[in-house]
């Protein structure tokens, strides 16, 4: 039995094909399709069908997408994707495919494939964080996700930044969720990119800004410093919560190589025992790790309902 993975993202769908040895069989994308939800999920149907005859073995489906299965009703929500919100995307698949389908969060995804095989492979407890445009992040326990009744085990971004401060930290724009200081305005590309910004009256990118600070800007190494504070401050309330084996950072933010020394040194201020055992390591699989791990779901997730 071969894996297919599927990603959906805002603009393009992956789909990947593995072995039951994790080994890529085959690559592929297509631009997602948004008009409609009729239109998106004829669409997609096309894609895995189309994948199906180019197979040469019948496969497992299993897909990633930037929103949640609502427990109770089995439709999407939180989804920026936004035809698919309130849809049934998981039945129509099944009824159409006549097979399971598995869905996911996509930084659940991102999670369950870092703890299969990737860089909390062997570990009991991984904490998956995206920091890229947004900031999520997904719990696996021995290679099983941990879900629960509001599908947002691991959603951290919206939860306040600890210890926040006018002074230190400033006031971020009012989050689209409607909450004050979440951490994903200050620990993201945007958060960082946006902050600087706003203070110094510019116009850089996040990697400009971080290319800047390692030229020795000293504006740009003092917010370097400040995203590394909030930063451990934000994972160390993870640690003294859920006490990880290992978090592993995915996400266009995680090639920053300093992050995997400066946070680290950080956290021994805000991790409750003094001294940190947590490692906190970059995703082995990058940017393909959400795909990979849509493709692990039937394998290490529970039966869809
Ligand atoms: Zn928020």
């Known amino acids: 039995m071969l894996h297919l993975g599927l990603d959906i993202g805002g603009t393009k769908t992956e789909a990947l094909l593995l072995n039951d040895r ?21 669409r997609l149907l096309a894609f895995i069908n189309h994948l199906r005859r180019r197979a040469d073995a019948p496969f497992t489906v ?28 998981r039945g129509d698949l099944q009824r159409q495919l ?5 869905l996911a ?3 659940d995804c991102f999670t369950l494939s870092e ?22 992040g997904g719990v696996a326990v021995r290679q099983r996700l941990l879900s629960g009744p509001n599908a947002i085990a691991g959603e951290w ?27 994903e305005r200050f620990i993201s590309g945007t958060g960082l990119s946006e902050r600087f910004n706003r ?58 190589d300093r992050l995997y020394v400066d946070v680290p040194l950080r956290l021994e201020r805000y991790v409750f025992s003094g001294a940190c055992r947590t490692a906190i390591r970059q995703a082995a699989f990058g940017d393909a790790s959400g795909v990979r791990g849509a493709a692990w779901l039937p394998q290490f997730a529970p039966a869809p309902s």
């Open 157 to 183: 971004g919206h939860n306040p930044l600890p210890d926040w401060s006018a002074d230190i930290d400033g006031t971020p724009p009012a989050c689209y969720c409607g909450r004050a200081h979440c951490i």
């Open 199 to 256: 203070q110094w009256g510019t116009a850089f990118s996040a990697p400009q800004i971080l290319a800047a600070a390692q030229r020795g800007d000293q504006r740009a190494e003092a917010h370097y410093r400040h995203f590394v504070d909030a930063f451990a401050r934000s994972l160390g309330s993870v640690i003294n919560l859920l006490d990880p084996d290992v978090i592993v950072l995915g996400g266009g933010l995680s090639n920053v």
């Open 62 to 89: 299993g897909i990633g997408l930037p929103g949640a299965v609502d427990p109770q009703q089995g439709t999407i929500k939180n989804c920026n994707c936004l035809v698919l919100n309130g849809e049934d995307l």
């Open 22 to 42: 994790g080994e890529e069989l085959h690559r592929e994308r297509i631009a997602t399709e948004k008009a409609s939800y009729p239109a998106f999920l004829e």
């Open 115 to 136: 703890a299969t095989d990737g860089a909390g492979a062997g570990l009991d407890v991984v904490f998956g964080v995206i920091v890229g445009t947004g900031c999520g």
């Open 105 to 107: 969060n996509d930084a």
């Open 98 to 102: 006549d097979q399971p389908v598995w």
